[in-house]
Structure formats: structure tokens, C-alpha cells
């Protein structure tokens, strides 16, 4: 069946360096994606989002492309931290008739050397 | 976690007893959902609701039930526990029925024996 996934469970990065998050979904008529990142003992938290009709979105010190040709999603972390120690999911939003339905990947793990 | 409250935090039971878990919000969000989270599988959507009385079966509904009496609160019930509904649950609220974010309540970590 159709599905959202990630290409690498465990990243792991030195301080400072940039972070690139991958993931790849098969629905091409899911049309809002979200990455969320979650802590240990905590829930998701929203990191970013875009819509199907973008292809970049930046928030703070986070960038996500949206490449619908090959459809893969990517979430970048300039100058990573040890707080952006995590894991990262993405989500395929698709809607019906009572909301919209989130799918999700199964996550990467994020990992900050000092 | 954006006014969601899940309750117990943490409980142990054994095999082929009831559970209710809760989830409470003070957003008055109109969408609630219930996911299980299991190490190798993410996020699986269990049950959701789009309003008062109004429930649907998500992925993975089997063994499952839940209710909604109030916008608030949100209940997901285990109606005999199985050593294979050991999970974290987390349920989630979202406003708008297009786009947008689901919030996350914290999670409760059930472990049946």
C-alpha cells in the first residue's frame, strides 16, 4: 500500500554542522506534509509544514523541500544543536470526508555530537 | 502540549482486563485522535473523531473502541487488554478539517502483562 518512509533511522552530525532529514512518500495525492520532531518521554511536536503547491518553506534555522517529481521530502536543520537531539517523523496529510488524515514514517533519530 | 491532557500517564495491567484511557482538551478543537506508537512502526492512527458522537476506525481499530460525549474529552477503551496493546498511546486534537497540524498530548505508556 501507499506509504510515507524514511531512507535513514539514525543521523548523526557534529555541533555547528547542518542536518538533513530524508523521506520519502508514495501518494501522490497527499497534499500537506509536516515534520514533527519528538523527545524523549514527549509527544510530537510540530516542526514545519508545506503545502503540495511549494517547494520550500523556511522557519527558524529549519528549511523543508517538497520534490514532487521523485516525491521526497527532505527537512534541513542549519547549525544543529544539542537540543535538536530527537526524533523526526514526517507526515502525509490526506483529506476525507472527516478531516485530515495524518500518515506517519517511522521516524529518524537525530544525533548531536559535541 | 497545546491544553491536551492524557490520563494515567502510566499504567500496568494484566491480560483480559478493561481499559479507558483519556484524553482531555481545552482548545475546543472539533478533531481528536488516538495513536499507538511502537518502536519499528511510528505512529498508527487508531480511532479519530470529527465531533461530538462522531467516531471513525483508523488504521489499526481492532480490539479498540472509543467514545466522545463532550468536545473536550476523548476516550479510548481496551476492551479486554492483550500483551500486544503494550504501547505508548498519544491522542491529538486539530482545529481544521483542511490543513493543518495535528497537537500531540503527551502520551501514556500502557504495559499489559
Known amino acids: 500500500g501507499e506509504s510515507v518512509g524514511l531512507h535513514l533511522p539514525t543521523l548523526s552530525v557534529q555541533e555547528g554542522d547542518n542536518s538533513i532529514i530524508n523521506c520519502a512518500y508514495s501518494n501522490s495525492a497527499s497534499d500537506y506534509f509536516i515534520w514533527y520532531k519528538q523527545e524523549s518521554g514527549k509527544g510530537p511536536q510540530f516542526i514545519i509544514d508545506i503545502r503540495s503547491n511549494m517547494d520550500k518553506r523556511q522557519g527558524q534555522r529549519v528549511t523543508v523541500l517538497l520534490n514532487k517529481t521523485v516525491k521526497h521530502l527532505s527537512l534541513q536543520i542549519a547549525a544543529t544543536q544539542p537540543g535538536d537531539s530527537a526524533v523526526y517523523f514526517c507526515?502525509?496529510?490526506?483529506?476525507?470526508?472527516?478531516?485530515?488524515?495524518?500518515?506517519f514514517g517511522g521516524g529518524t533519530r537525530l544525533m548531536v555530537k559535541p | 502540549d497545546a491544553g491536551i491532557t492524557q490520563s494515567p500517564r502510566h499504567k500496568v495491567t494484566e491480560t483480559g482486563t478493561p481499559v479507558t484511557l483519556r484524553c482531555h482538551q481545552t482548545?475546543?478543537?472539533?478533531?481528536m485522535y488516538w495513536y499507538r506508537q511502537d518502536p519499528g512502526h511510528g505512529l498508527r492512527l487508531i480511532h479519530y473523531s470529527y465531533g461530538v458522537k462522531d467516531t471513525d476506525k483508523g488504521e489499526v481499530s481492532d480490539g479498540y473502541s472509543v467514545s466522545r460525549s463532550k468536545t473536550e474529552d476523548f476516550l479510548l477503551t481496551l476492551e479486554s487488554a492483550t500483551s500486544s496493546q503494550t504501547s505508548v498511546y498519544f491522542c491529538?486534537?486539530?482545529?481544521?478539517?483542511?490543513?493543518?497540524?495535528?497537537?500531540f498530548g503527551p502520551g501514556t505508556r500502557l504495559t499489559v502483562l
Open positions: 482548545e475546543n478543537h472539533r478533531y
Open positions: 491529538a486534537i486539530s482545529e481544521s478539517s483542511t490543513l493543518g497540524e495535528q497537537f
Open positions: 507526515a502525509e496529510n490526506r483529506r476525507n470526508n472527516a478531516g485530515n488524515m495524518l500518515t
